[in-house]
């Protein structure tokens, strides 16, 4: 697959077939007449252009007042890029990385940059040849940029810095001399459009807002073979209810619900209870307001990725150079905090049915085991999911409401967005495996109603889990099936489901 960088807007389904397809990039004509366009501007008015421009003829940060002479521009920009390259602690996965790369070239492609067409290819030619900066997960603010993040990714194009190619870790040296490519020779401006910008931030977003989707899809399912396990009740969801208090999330998921449990023998049975626990009736209330948190998260980050971040901007149609402020990661930083609350109460909720299912309610055995006492069965697996719960509402303290000054206090407001980010992924894997928990857990109850079953479509969950974890009789090592669990969360067929089910 071959995909063309144009100004053109990126969507989710786009970003995920290139990586999926592990597509070829190339610039549009459109994308190099404006990044040439651009650069060509900035030459001309440095040429006769007597008055300091932040960050092209000055110093950066509170070194903003520093002149810079001619013939050092493009060493100013050199020693920005191996300066800031400070990050630290874990490795950032490769596939956030090729993220990182996509949206920087995207960003830099719209031309308000003055970056040269030259090192936007260069950037290009790493992913297209699968080699990804090693860039570390620790160093940003969250303003001004991502600038460890970044530095680090771009670091390479000088041949400093290291890779990975081909799954180990090389000299990005070594690399540029394999496909014989000249170390980039930053112009003016250059290592500052590539080190402002939120793409450390925005691509995390990126990532976690498709897991976001899909764990909230997999929430909806879990629940509905938790609830039927349960013996619940199916008033909650019906649409009189939710056209009363017409939240999207709400009433999506009450329809989700509803066509889940078309057909089932187990829902439609006359019941002993005339009332459900929260962590069943409220299911709607709770899935739909963190599938309403998605949804905004998503349009925040759709309009940051498709965005100039990086500063100053250059705008030659008006004979501008504008220094603001468009590397602030305030837009992502406040939903970052607000998805990782969302998804924590995914998280929250499901571990209150696993309880329900364990304590020895309508009719199911304490533990769902046949002989508890002798065998501890689903007591341990529940403490589990209780911990990781714990643990995310501890992750959950917003990271946005948290500034410390920097550049000698030039930078004196920053937004934390990047911390944010890292802490929001670890919440979305603690989710994921929680509800791995709660399914491995469900299914283990559904076998006590039997000869009742469920609709055709939560049979053929349950069906395509027996396949790879079996019903416990007696205690055994636990561990290997949550983890069987989790693999399978991540490997079921989502578009065939959702087809089925609609």
Known sequence: MNFKISPEELNLETIDEILEKNAKLSLSEESVKLITLCRNYLDRKLENNTSPIYGITT????????????????????????????????????????????????????????????????????????????????????????????????????????????????????????????????????????????QFMSSYGVYIITMADRLSAFADITSAISLEAYDGRPDPFFECVHKIRPHKGQIATAEAFRKMLKGSQLISRKKAHIQDPYSFRCIPQVHGASKDAITYAKSVILTEINSVTDNPTIFPEEDLIVSGGNFHGQPLALIFDYLAIALAELGSISERRVYRLI????ELPEFLVANPGLNSGFMIPQYTAASIVSQNKQLCTPSSVDSIPSSNEQEDHVSMGANGATKLLRVAENLEKILAIELFTAIQAMEFRRPLRSSELLEDVVKSFREIVPFINDDKVMYTEIEKSIKFIRTLNWQQMLDKQH
């Open 59 to 198: 110093g950066f940060g509170s070194l903003h007042n520093k002149t810079i002479s001619k013939d050092q521009l493009n060493k100013l920009q050199e020693n920005l890029v191996k300066s800031h390259a400070c990050g630290t602690g874990p490795v950032v996965r490769e596939d956030i990385v090729r993220l990182m790369l996509l949206l920087k070239i995207h960003a830099l492609s719209l031309g308000k940059s003055g970056v040269q067409v030259a090192t936007i290819q260069r950037l290009i030619d790493f992913f297209n040849e699968g080699v990804s900066p090693v860039v570390y997960e620790q160093g940003s603010l969250g303003a001004s940029g991502d600038l460890a993040p970044l530095a680090h990714l771009v670091l390479p194009l000088l041949g400093m810095g290291e890779v990975i190619y081909k799954g180990k870790i090389s000299e990005a040296g070594m690399i540029l001399k394999k496909y014989g490519w000249a170390p980039v020779e930053l112009q003016s401006k250059e290592g500052l459009a590539l080190l402002n910008g939120t």
């Open 359 to 362: 304590a020895g309610q309508r």
